[in-house]
């Protein structure tokens, strides 16, 4: 049985909003309200949802990037929400990051070479000669060669630049990659090489993956289980099987009747939800799909729904399935 590597436990970020003249009560944007997952050892965890429902900010907040206002995030054993700087240090060898844009996340006026070197300059003893060394096999590792670590950023293509920005996260041989909808700026074409690296890698070095994604088609290829996040909360969780085959939550049927597909066979009927996605601001009442769900009952205006289990690790946040809980 693999072990568990991740845990979040009720993670909340709520910034508050200015009371203003005559308000007397705080009010909160709450872009987390708590969410729950877990993620074992060389396994993917897909992220999924619209944009602005909190996928990112999960990646930002478990990393600490954003400072939680509640909530646990145990990582080998050890909360490291209430971790000092010092500690925080040790675990980011442990725990990278690859971000959405290739164009932003590398400076322009540093080499290649230096960009990955950097992390092992910070954070190891390597000498120069051991660094250069490493640097020269992390490009050859992601698909590159040895003599792209003179040049610079700009004179790489959009999926080059990715690949650098993976080699960058494994330098320290982290064991947990969040990538941040790490192939949302690549073409079609592109997506494909990078994921197929990003499950090679996987094999050879033992890597486990938050992967977070809009693309439902994307998270499909390279996923084990997948939460699905509406409005600061996971609403629909469970293994790719399930959750494709079957999916229980509205929001997600909707979702996926939405996911292109080039089999007639597999498409679905086409379900359009009304209106859009409500502020955190001012979320609704009881559960927030509420406004836009077609299979609305009165208990949906008034009672927030529990994320229950429903089946053979398949876990759901609606209504419709309180009396199935296994």
């Given at each position: ?208 993956y938050l992967f977070i994604s809009h693309d439902l088609s994307v998270v499909k290829h390279i996923s084990d289980r997948i939460g699905v996040m509406y409005l600061g909360k996971i609403i629909e969780q469970g293994t ?87």
């Amino acid at each position: 049985m693999k072990s568990l590597l991740l845990e979040v436990k009720d993670l909340k970020v709520h910034y508050p909003i200015d009371k203003g003249f005559l308000k007397k009560e705080q009010r909160y944007v709450k872009a987390l309200d708590g969410v729950n997952f877990s993620i074992y050892e060389t396994e993917t965890f897909g992220l999924v949802g619209e944009s602005g429902c909190g996928k990112s900010t999960t990646g930002k907040a478990i990393l600490r990037l954003i400072e939680a206002s509640d909530g646990e995030v145990i990582f080998q054993g050890k909360d490291i929400s209430k971790a000092n700087r010092s500690e925080m240090r040790d675990v980011y060898k442990e725990m990278q990051l690859v971000f959405q844009d290739p164009y932003a996340s590398l400076n322009p006026r540093k080499t290649v070479g230096y960009l990955i070197e950097e992390p092992l300059i910070i954070n190891s003893k390597m000498s120069a000669s051991d660094r250069k060394k490493r640097v020269h096999e992390l490009l050859e590792i992601v698909g590159l060669h040895s003599y792209h670590a003179s040049r610079y950023p700009h004179e790489f293509s959009g999926g080059q630049r990715q690949r650098i920005g993976i080699a960058r996260a494994l330098a320290l041989n982290p064991k947990l990659i969040i990538a941040d909808e790490a192939v949302s700026a690549l073409d079609v074409s592109i997506q494909s090489q990078v994921l197929n690296l990003l499950r090679k890698l996987q094999r050879e070095f033992g890597l486990t993956y938050l992967f977070i994604s809009h693309d439902l088609s994307v998270v499909k290829h390279i996923s084990d289980r997948i939460g699905v996040m509406y409005l600061g909360k996971i609403i629909e969780q469970g293994t790719k099987e399930n959750l494709y085959a079957k999916p229980l939550h509205p929001y997600t049927q909707a979702l996926l009747s939405a996911s292109p597909t080039v089999n007639s066979k597999n498409r679905r009927e086409r379900i359009v939800l009304k209106g859009d996605m409500p502020s955190p601001a001012n979320p609704p009442s009881g559960c927030a799909f509420h406004p836009r769900c077609f299979a609305a009952m009165s208990i949906c205006k008034s009672a927030i729904p529990e994320l229950r289990k429903v089946g053979d690790e398949h876990y759901v946040a609606c209504h419709l399935y309180n009396d199935q809980v296994d």
